[in-house]
Protein backbone atom coordinates (compact mmCIF):
# COMPACT_ATOMS: atom_id res chain seq x y z
CA UNK A 1 0.00 0.00 0.00
CA UNK A 2 2.09 3.09 -1.28
CA UNK A 3 1.48 5.99 0.61
CA UNK A 4 3.28 8.46 -1.55
CA UNK A 5 2.47 7.58 -5.31
CA UNK A 6 4.54 9.23 -8.49
CA UNK A 7 3.04 7.81 -11.24
CA UNK A 8 5.20 8.88 -13.69
CA UNK A 9 8.41 7.12 -13.66
CA UNK A 10 9.89 9.23 -16.16
CA UNK A 11 9.46 12.81 -18.29
CA UNK A 12 11.68 14.50 -20.68
CA UNK A 13 11.65 18.10 -21.37
CA UNK A 14 13.16 20.78 -23.58
CA UNK A 15 16.17 23.29 -22.02
CA UNK A 16 14.45 26.28 -21.10
CA UNK A 17 10.95 25.08 -21.04
CA UNK A 18 8.88 24.08 -17.36
CA UNK A 19 9.23 20.83 -15.98
CA UNK A 20 5.95 19.72 -13.89
CA UNK A 21 6.77 16.76 -11.30
CA UNK A 22 3.45 15.21 -9.76
CA UNK A 23 2.88 13.20 -6.45
CA UNK A 24 0.07 12.24 -4.66
CA UNK A 25 -0.46 10.89 -1.29
CA UNK A 26 -3.14 9.08 0.78
CA UNK A 27 -2.30 9.44 4.47
CA UNK A 28 -4.59 12.31 5.85
CA UNK A 29 -2.22 12.82 8.40
CA UNK A 30 1.03 13.65 6.67
CA UNK A 31 1.84 17.39 7.41
CA UNK A 32 4.85 17.94 5.67
CA UNK A 33 6.10 17.48 2.37
CA UNK A 34 10.00 17.45 0.82
CA UNK A 35 11.41 16.84 -2.54
CA UNK A 36 14.57 15.15 -2.58
CA UNK A 37 16.76 15.35 -6.02
CA UNK A 38 18.82 11.99 -6.81
CA UNK A 39 22.03 11.79 -9.06
CA UNK A 40 23.16 8.38 -9.87
CA UNK A 41 25.87 6.77 -7.63
CA UNK A 42 24.89 10.10 -5.24
CA UNK A 43 23.05 10.29 -2.16
CA UNK A 44 19.24 11.70 -2.56
CA UNK A 45 19.53 15.81 -1.84
CA UNK A 46 17.64 18.36 -0.55
CA UNK A 47 15.43 20.12 -2.55
CA UNK A 48 12.27 22.32 -1.16
CA UNK A 49 9.86 21.60 1.27
CA UNK A 50 6.36 22.61 1.89
CA UNK A 51 4.40 22.68 5.25
CA UNK A 52 0.74 22.22 5.13
CA UNK A 53 -0.21 25.53 6.36
CA UNK A 54 0.83 26.56 3.03
CA UNK A 55 -0.21 26.16 -0.90
CA UNK A 56 2.98 27.43 -1.96
CA UNK A 57 6.43 27.27 -1.80
CA UNK A 58 9.27 28.79 -3.82
CA UNK A 59 13.48 28.76 -4.18
CA UNK A 60 14.61 30.45 -7.12
CA UNK A 61 13.64 27.98 -10.28
CA UNK A 62 12.04 25.87 -7.72
CA UNK A 63 8.34 26.04 -6.71
CA UNK A 64 6.35 23.21 -4.70
CA UNK A 65 3.10 23.42 -5.00
CA UNK A 66 0.07 22.01 -2.32
CA UNK A 67 -3.78 21.21 -2.52
CA UNK A 68 -4.54 19.19 0.55
CA UNK A 69 -8.04 18.68 -0.50
CA UNK A 70 -6.79 16.58 -3.59
CA UNK A 71 -3.72 14.91 -1.43
CA UNK A 72 -1.66 16.37 -4.23
CA UNK A 73 1.41 18.13 -4.72
CA UNK A 74 3.51 19.47 -7.73
CA UNK A 75 6.91 20.48 -8.23
CA UNK A 76 7.54 23.14 -11.02
CA UNK A 77 11.04 23.85 -12.38
CA UNK A 78 11.12 26.85 -14.61
CA UNK A 79 13.79 27.09 -16.32
CA UNK A 80 14.67 23.19 -16.62
CA UNK A 81 18.27 23.05 -17.22
CA UNK A 82 20.75 19.74 -18.52
CA UNK A 83 21.79 19.69 -15.14
CA UNK A 84 18.44 19.32 -13.27
CA UNK A 85 18.37 15.92 -14.97
CA UNK A 86 18.62 13.21 -11.82
CA UNK A 87 15.64 11.45 -10.36
CA UNK A 88 13.05 13.28 -8.40
CA UNK A 89 11.85 11.78 -5.27
CA UNK A 90 8.72 13.50 -3.04
CA UNK A 91 8.49 12.64 0.32
CA UNK A 92 5.84 13.32 3.07
CA UNK A 93 5.84 13.40 7.35
CA UNK A 94 3.06 13.34 9.79
CA UNK A 95 3.52 16.19 12.51
CA UNK A 96 4.36 15.96 15.97
CA UNK A 97 6.21 12.49 17.82
CA UNK A 98 6.26 10.79 14.09
CA UNK A 99 7.87 13.66 12.19
CA UNK A 100 11.18 11.52 11.21
CA UNK A 101 9.06 9.18 9.58
CA UNK A 102 9.36 10.20 5.84
CA UNK A 103 7.63 8.29 3.39
CA UNK A 104 9.35 7.92 -0.14
CA UNK A 105 7.22 8.16 -3.21
CA UNK A 106 9.12 5.90 -5.55
CA UNK A 107 10.66 8.37 -7.98
CA UNK A 108 10.65 10.23 -11.37
CA UNK A 109 13.31 10.70 -13.63
CA UNK A 110 14.08 13.79 -15.28
CA UNK A 111 15.64 13.93 -18.38
CA UNK A 112 15.98 17.74 -20.07
CA UNK A 113 17.51 17.77 -23.54
CA UNK A 114 19.20 20.70 -24.35
CA UNK B 1 30.74 21.53 5.03
CA UNK B 2 31.28 17.59 5.49
CA UNK B 3 28.30 15.99 4.54
CA UNK B 4 27.10 12.44 5.56
CA UNK B 5 30.33 10.35 5.31
CA UNK B 6 28.96 6.86 4.50
CA UNK B 7 31.85 3.50 3.79
CA UNK B 8 32.35 1.75 2.52
CA UNK B 9 31.20 2.87 -0.96
CA UNK B 10 30.73 -0.77 -2.35
CA UNK B 11 31.38 -3.98 -0.51
CA UNK B 12 30.93 -7.30 -2.29
CA UNK B 13 30.90 -10.10 -0.46
CA UNK B 14 29.53 -14.16 -0.49
CA UNK B 15 26.51 -14.93 1.30
CA UNK B 16 27.20 -16.32 4.93
CA UNK B 17 29.15 -13.15 5.65
CA UNK B 18 28.93 -10.60 8.26
CA UNK B 19 29.04 -7.32 6.49
CA UNK B 20 29.33 -3.91 8.66
CA UNK B 21 28.53 -0.57 7.32
CA UNK B 22 29.86 2.67 8.82
CA UNK B 23 28.30 5.92 9.31
CA UNK B 24 29.38 9.43 10.01
CA UNK B 25 26.36 11.55 10.77
CA UNK B 26 26.59 15.81 10.09
CA UNK B 27 27.99 16.92 13.06
CA UNK B 28 26.02 18.56 15.49
CA UNK B 29 22.84 16.63 13.94
CA UNK B 30 21.31 14.38 16.88
CA UNK B 31 18.78 12.27 14.91
CA UNK B 32 20.29 9.38 12.66
CA UNK B 33 18.58 7.23 10.00
CA UNK B 34 19.31 3.94 8.02
CA UNK B 35 17.66 3.64 5.13
CA UNK B 36 17.45 0.69 2.15
CA UNK B 37 16.77 1.33 -1.27
CA UNK B 38 15.69 -1.11 -3.69
CA UNK B 39 14.09 -1.27 -7.15
CA UNK B 40 10.97 -3.32 -5.74
CA UNK B 41 10.27 -1.32 -2.56
CA UNK B 42 11.80 2.12 -3.17
CA UNK B 43 13.56 3.62 -0.44
CA UNK B 44 12.53 2.09 3.41
CA UNK B 45 13.45 3.46 6.74
CA UNK B 46 15.43 0.40 8.67
CA UNK B 47 16.24 1.84 11.94
CA UNK B 48 16.21 5.81 13.59
CA UNK B 49 18.10 7.01 16.37
CA UNK B 50 17.89 10.20 18.60
CA UNK B 51 20.48 11.19 20.72
CA UNK B 52 22.64 7.53 19.62
CA UNK B 53 19.67 5.95 21.52
CA UNK B 54 17.51 3.62 18.58
CA UNK B 55 13.88 5.08 18.75
CA UNK B 56 12.18 3.02 15.63
CA UNK B 57 14.03 -0.09 14.94
CA UNK B 58 10.40 -1.51 13.18
CA UNK B 59 11.98 -1.41 9.89
CA UNK B 60 14.31 -3.61 10.46
CA UNK B 61 13.93 -6.49 8.48
CA UNK B 62 15.11 -9.94 10.68
CA UNK B 63 17.00 -10.32 12.97
CA UNK B 64 20.74 -10.70 11.28
CA UNK B 65 20.08 -7.04 10.85
CA UNK B 66 21.47 -4.79 13.85
CA UNK B 67 22.74 -1.26 14.11
CA UNK B 68 24.33 0.67 16.96
CA UNK B 69 25.68 3.72 18.09
CA UNK B 70 27.93 4.22 20.30
CA UNK B 71 28.59 8.25 20.20
CA UNK B 72 26.95 11.33 18.03
CA UNK B 73 30.05 10.59 15.12
CA UNK B 74 29.33 7.16 13.82
CA UNK B 75 26.93 4.38 13.89
CA UNK B 76 27.13 1.08 11.89
CA UNK B 77 24.61 -1.77 10.18
CA UNK B 78 25.56 -5.18 10.34
CA UNK B 79 24.27 -8.01 9.10
CA UNK B 80 25.25 -11.51 9.89
CA UNK B 81 24.45 -13.56 8.33
CA UNK B 82 24.11 -12.09 4.73
CA UNK B 83 21.91 -13.37 2.31
CA UNK B 84 21.19 -12.32 -1.50
CA UNK B 85 17.93 -10.67 -0.56
CA UNK B 86 20.01 -8.12 1.12
CA UNK B 87 21.51 -6.65 -1.91
CA UNK B 88 20.58 -3.09 -2.31
CA UNK B 89 21.68 0.46 -1.94
CA UNK B 90 21.85 1.01 2.19
CA UNK B 91 21.88 4.52 3.15
CA UNK B 92 22.36 6.85 6.36
CA UNK B 93 21.01 9.79 6.92
CA UNK B 94 21.03 12.42 10.20
CA UNK B 95 19.32 15.76 10.82
CA UNK B 96 18.66 18.29 13.57
CA UNK B 97 15.56 18.03 15.73
CA UNK B 98 15.84 20.84 17.52
CA UNK B 99 14.85 23.15 14.78
CA UNK B 100 11.21 22.80 13.17
CA UNK B 101 10.68 20.91 9.88
CA UNK B 102 14.40 20.27 9.29
CA UNK B 103 15.21 18.16 6.35
CA UNK B 104 17.14 14.84 6.40
CA UNK B 105 20.56 14.76 5.03
CA UNK B 106 21.71 11.67 3.01
CA UNK B 107 25.10 9.98 2.15
CA UNK B 108 25.89 8.86 -0.93
CA UNK B 109 25.54 5.28 -0.24
CA UNK B 110 26.72 1.92 0.46
CA UNK B 111 26.29 -0.62 -2.44
CA UNK B 112 25.73 -4.10 -1.49
CA UNK B 113 25.66 -7.03 -3.49
CA UNK B 114 25.88 -10.83 -1.53
CA UNK B 115 26.79 -13.37 -3.84
Known amino acids: DQQVKQNSPSLSVQEGRISILNCDYT??????FLWYKKYPAEGPTFLIS?????DKNEDGRFTVFLNKSAKHLSLHIVPSQPGDSAVYFC?????????????FGKGTKLSVIP | DAGVIQSPRHEVTEMGQEVTLRCKPISGHNSLFWYRQTMMRGLELLIY????????DSGMPEDRFSAKMPNASFSTLKIQPSEPRDSAVYFCASRDTRGSNQPQHFGDGTRLSIL
Open chain 1, 50 to 54: ISSIK
Open chain 1, 27 to 32: NSMFDY
Open chain 2, 49 to 56: FNNNVPID
Open chain 1, 91 to 103: AASPSGAGSYQLT
